[in-house]
């Protein structure tokens, strides 16, 4: 059934305008008596009846509250140093379909784009639309974030210092040796939220892996090959949601 998402919480009945109206009525040219699925800014999801359409607006009115668990018993921020290209919408789509709820993209030393104030506006843009309808098309009932680009060390300091109690951080580095990340996670099984950091193409620097160890950040191995970074940001991903219990079952 169709999905839409909206910032407000479900109620009887719904008047919904923008986008997803013009989508609905103009587009899909639904009608009257069909059925779609609504989620709210909390997740909850109910299915609804179309009833009324104008130029700008559908209505439509609560059939029943529906019971959905696609969303991870664990929260996940994916800290992202930019990638070359485009290579960021996929990492953000798959990311998406894996579950994860914020994805922070990072500006550090070697990353070789640069985007100024517009341009990362515009980017920040693309990528939300991307999680948004990769959210819709996988089922999620609640959309990640997409923020805007940020620098990394500010971005790690902030991390550092604001990190609450039921949160778990580790940065994926290349150069580690000693910690895997699944002796990491399984040393976390009270954690409840997971901000995991990736590296671009050129990996981390020696001052910026030396920070991370200063503010305290777990420094862990994704195993004994070198991955790209949008293989390492899925597979990071992948392996936080089993070892929580999300993903690999009903
Ligand atoms: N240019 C670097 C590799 C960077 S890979 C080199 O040749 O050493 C891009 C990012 O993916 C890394 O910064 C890291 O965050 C992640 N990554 C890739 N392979 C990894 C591994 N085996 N363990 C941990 N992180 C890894």
Same mark, same amino acid.
């Given at each position: ?7 407000? +919480? ?13 989508? +609905? ?18 997740? %909850? ?10 130029? &700008?607006?559908? &209505? ?14 664990? /929260? ?11 290579? +960021? ?18 500006? &550090? ?9 517009k341009k990362?506006k515009a980017k920040q843009e693309k ?17 990640? /974030? ?9 971005? =790690?300091?902030?991390? #550092?210092?604001? %990190?609450?109690?039921?949160? #778990?951080?580790?940065?994926?580095? /290349?150069?580690? +040796? ?6 990491? =996670?399984?040393?976390?099984?009270? @954690? %409840? ?12 620097? =020696?001052?910026?892996?030396? =920070? ?17 970074? /949008?293989?390492?940001?899925? &597979? @990071? @991903? ?13």
């Amino acid at each position: 059934m169709r999905r839409i998402f909206i910032k407000d +919480l479900l109620q009887e009945e719904l008047v919904i305008t923008g986008g997803d109206a013009h989508h +609905l009525g103009r587009v899909m040219r639904a009608k009257a008596g069909d059925r779609i699925l609504v989620a709210d800014d909390e997740g %909850k999801v109910g299915e609804y009846e179309l009833t009324g359409f104008t130029e &700008s607006s559908v &209505s439509m009115k609560l059939v029943q509250q529906v019971e959905e668990r696609t969303e991870s018993p664990v /929260e996940i921020v994916l800290a992202q140093c930019l990638p070359k290209g485009d290579k +960021l919408d996929l990492i953000v789509q798959k990311a998406t379909e894996l579950g994860v709820n914020v994805i922070v993209p990072l500006a &550090s030393d070697n990353c070789v784009v640069r985007y100024d104030g517009k341009k990362a506006k515009a980017k920040q843009e693309k990528w939300q639309k991307i999680a948004d309808e990769a959210g819709k098309q996988c089922g999620r009932s609640r959309l990640p /974030e997409v923020q805007q680009v940020q620098p990394f060390r500010q971005w =790690l300091r902030e991390a #550092a210092d604001g %990190k609450r109690d039921d949160t #778990a951080v580790c940065m994926c580095y /290349e150069n580690e +040796l000693q910690q895997g990340m699944k002796d990491f =996670l399984q040393g976390q099984r009270a @954690a %409840k939220r997971f901000v995991v950091i990736i590296g671009p193409e050129g990996g981390f620097s =020696l001052a910026e892996a030396a =920070l991370a160890k200063e503010l305290g950040i777990a420094s862990v191995s994704l195993g004994t090959r070198i991955l790209r970074a /949008e293989t390492a940001a899925i &597979s @990071a @991903a992948a392996v936080i949601q089993y070892e929580n219990g999300d993903l690999g079952g009903r």
